[in-house]
């Protein structure tokens, strides 16, 4: 970037800034490797009253073991409380050092850290900042500010096999300032996580909230010059949940043609706005809606007459297609269908007639296999990514570890061994080779002291396997709240063979259910899963819940979740 185009762009975005948009320095590069260090200081969200930011620090000159970066306000702001860095202000001077464990700054390096703040008047952006003293954004680090916005670049218009490869993944700011607002949560409110379109009203913002254009414009804000992944839940079947009452939605279960012009084509609009073609958008298509139709119907003991109703009418198919065929129309739109978890598909019975399912539907209302990018499990849910005390092979006291109550008959012991043999079955009966799997992290990591260091007692094949297990459920049908959970493996592209990510698609310290009947206006029932107090059904093989008390409704903040999962997190914090 030339020093013209860069005090062009300054000007612009120094006007932008006035009205609380992002303020983004020049980036480092061949072009103006001159300026020591550069500071990107974004405002993502803005109200009445208050803010969040997103600041990172690049540092061009000598590596460092601390750094302090300094700012001042024109107007009346205030840092009220930060994250990744320790913050300190008198008046209108910030001073923000290091955390711990981010003060290596190596040359070429970047760091980032965020923060709540409040404001009267404007919210005007800081003109000048410094790193250990030096001006940074300016050529030698003397002379006058330059303060040019990052330039978010095209990005890639086409789809690549694995939007996650070299990418940067959207931090949505309403999760991560409730994130950081707890004690302790700015270890994690960085990280990347979904945003559920959970219902109409989502699509532009329920009470004052972000909507799916505000998120997709902070992305930008984010993106900066490299690759940016959006990370959306499509999630508004009609009759949808239709076993588990906790996440029941406000479509009833002949409403198709609403889901279609009211919900998927607005998303879609939007998706599509060459404004946004620079961004990598991964959705996240239906959770919980196919599985359903296999395992909650017809004869089988699990059946309820609810998703009976949604297999005759054929309305998750349609709506999982429909949705496939329109969003998947979207150069940038990278689809993935939910496959459930391996403690709901990885049986014999369930195995194979899921996969045939997920092939109609992705056939169905003009779509095709190709409108499928790949496939995601274990979304919101607690299964372990991976056991490594036994194996689905091992034999003990003469039986099988299939032969185990905890283990059941399945095929799988956990989610990556379940994905990556899922994987291959969809690509036996004619979904591309191309496909990659998602696994969702964010609550399977069954860290603290209940984790095993080794293997359970040889005495049954029930003590080896509830000796040695990572997930400590009492069942693997329990899905709400889980008492001992934690956060699981940190986002991360192609972490295995046949997995484009881990993910965590469900944000960390959103309730799965209430605990206890909560009128609400979204639609969300009560659901027995969620009382900490009931002894079970078929689904769970009639083990208690083990669901933790007091939760709100699902969706809703769950600080005492949230706590738990950062407490038994693996790898710990």
């Not at 539907?361 to 095709?368: F, L, P, Q, R, S």
Request: charged content about 15%; overall charge negative; aromatic content about 10%.
């Amino acid at each position: 970037m030339s020093r013209t185009r860069t005090a062009i762009l300054a000007t612009m975005a120094l006007v932008a800034g006035a009205t609380g948009a992002a303020v983004a320095a020049a980036p480092a590069d061949a072009g103006i490797a001159a300026i020591p260090c550069t500071v990107d200081y974004k405002v993502q969200n803005q109200w009445s009253t208050g803010f969040t930011a997103a600041v990172t620090v690049t540092n061009n000159s000598a590596a460092k073991s601390s750094w302090a970066v300094k700012w001042s306000y024109a107007g009346n702001q205030q840092v009220t409380s930060g994250w990744n860095a320790k913050f300190t202000q008198s008046g209108t001077a910030v001073n923000v050092t290091n955390e711990t464990y981010n003060g290596t700054l190596a040359t070429g390096g970047s760091v980032s850290f965020g923060f709540n703040g409040s404001y009267s008047g404007t919210n005007a952006i800081p003109a000048t900042f410094t790193l250990d003293g030096v001006t940074c954004n300016v050529d030698g680090g003397t002379g006058p500010t330059d303060p040019g916005p990052t330039d978010p670049g095209p990005g890639t218009s086409t789809r690549v096999d694995n939007p996650y490869a070299g990418a940067k993944v959207y931090v949505n700011p309403e999760w991560s300032a409730k994130a950081a607002a707890e004690p302790g949560g700015s270890r994690i409110s960085n990280q990347p996580t979904g945003v559920w379109l959970d219902r109409i009203a989502a699509i532009n913002g329920v009470n004052g909230g972000m909507g799916l254009r505000a998120h997709l414009d902070a992305a930008l804000q984010q993106k900066g010059t490299g690759e940016m992944v959006v990370q959306l839940v499509i999630y508004d079947l009609p009759g949808r949940d239709c076993a588990a009452l906790a996440s029941n939605g406000e479509l009833g279960p002949t409403e198709i043609d609403k889901y279609k012009t009211q919900y998927i084509d607005p998303i879609k609009a939007i998706l599509a706005d060459t404004k946004y073609a620079g961004l990598r958008i991964v959705t996240t298509v239906e959770i919980d809606s196919l599985p359903n139709l296999v395992t909650n119907t017809g004869s089988r003991p699990t059946a309820t007459p609810a998703c009976d109703v949604m297999k005759a009418n054929g309305n998750y198919v349609k709506g999982v297609g429909y949705a496939l065929n329109k969003l998947g129309d979207v150069p940038n739109v990278y689809n993935y269908v939910d496959a459930g978890h391996h403690g709901w598909i990885g049986w014999d019975d369930n195995f194979g007639a899921s996969a045939d399912l997920f092939k109609q539907a992705a056939t169905a209302e003009g779509a095709t296999v190709n409108d499928v990018h790949g496939f995601i499990s274990n979304t919101a849910n607690y299964s372990a990514l991976k056991e490594n005390n036994f194996t689905i092979n091992d034999n003990v006291a003469g039986k099988s570890v299939r032969e185990s109550k905890w283990v059941d008959w399945n095929r799988y012991t956990d989610e990556l061994s379940f994905s990556q043999a899922f994987r291959n079955q969809l690509v036996s009966i004619g979904f591309p080779s191309t496909i990659g799997m998602l696994i969702d992290t964010s609550r399977n990591g069954w860290g603290g002291t209940a984790r095993p260091a080794g293997p359970g007692a040889t005495t049954t094949v029930d003590t080896y396997v509830d000796g040695g297990r990572y997930d400590r459920r009492f069942q693997l049908g329990n899905w709400c709240n889980q008492s001992g959970a934690g956060l699981g493996e940190r986002p991360k592209a192609a972490p295995a063979a046949g997995i484009d990510a881990y993910v965590w698609m469900k944000p960390p310290g959103e309730s799965d259910g209430s605990s206890s009947l909560i009128p609400n206006d979204e639609g969300k029932g009560f659901d027995r899963m969620c009382d900490p107090t009931y002894g079970g059904n078929p689904r769970n093989n009639f083990n208690m819940s083990g669901a933790l008390p007091n939760a709100p409704i699902s969706g809703r903040w769950f600080s005492a979740q949230f706590q738990e999962l950062m407490k038994n997190a693996y790898p710990a914090l």
